[in-house]
């Protein structure tokens, strides 16, 4: 079973740029989430799909961080314009029970 | 104060010790997991448990709802098991059923050293 595929890997950008990241959940798993990880924390949840509908979006910055999962597969996740702050790993993970299956994430560092 | 504290933040110990990692939760959940994540890897779930007590090879998990409080032993422990070893709660009816999104606690980075 193919796991869960993110992209990019790694991603460098200036302050106020933009930048998107992909994910493509493992197949037949309606709930996807997004992740925020700042080095030496936890993972935060940002936001969390059931199919192409949001569940929860309490935690993402909306003034600045958008995603979307068309068609109830592939999810994108952007930020317009960056912050300093912003650079993280970007963890997306889905599920079809209980249990939660992580990609490999998105290392931004925002200069 | 956050959700989800782990306890201890970073830990060492030599090849073939038992190994206790702690989490205490202060929300009410449906289940708390345990996840691993190697240096520049994904996370990995270990463990999903409401209740008891799990085992899989030389990792053992218990949970005490009374308490809200969870711990994650390894025994005989190898260098291999060096990670950092996560604590995360899912909330009930947060998402109306399903998996809901997890509250994760900061990590325990354990060095295990031949």
């Known amino acids: 079973e193919a796991g869960v595929a993110q992209s990019p890997r790694y991603k460098i950008i200036e302050k106020r740029q933009s930048v998107a990241f992909w994910c493509n959940p493992i197949s037949g798993h309606a709930t996807l989430y997004w992740y925020q990880q700042i080095l030496g924390q936890g993972p935060k949840l940002l936001i969390q799909f059931q199919n192409n509908g949001v569940v929860d979006d309490s935690q993402l910055p909306k003034d600045r961080f958008s995603a979307e999962r068309l068609k109830g597969v592939d999810s994108t996740l952007k930020i317009q314009p960056a912050k300093l702050e912003d650079s993280a790993v970007y963890l997306c993970?889905?599920?079809?029970?209980?249990?939660?299956?992580f990609g490999p994430g998105t290392r931004l560092t925002v200069t | 104060k956050n959700e989800v504290e782990q306890s201890p933040q970073n830990l060492t110990a030599q090849e073939g010790e038992f190994i206790t990692i702690n989490c205490s939760y202060s929300v009410g959940i449906s289940a708390l997991h345990w996840l691993q994540q190697h240096p520049g890897g994904g996370i990995v779930s270990l463990f999903m448990l409401s209740s008891g007590k799990k085992k899989h090879g030389r990792l053992i998990a218990t949970i005490n709802i009374q308490e809200k409080h969870s711990s994650l032993h390894i025994t005989a422990s190898h260098p291999r098991d060096s990670a950092v070893y996560i604590c995360a709660v899912s909330r009930p009816g947060y998402s109306g059923g399903g998996a809901d999104g997890l509250t994760f606690g900061k990590g325990t980075h354990l060095i295990i050293q031949p």
């Open positions: 993970a889905s599920s079809f029970a209980y249990e939660q299956y």
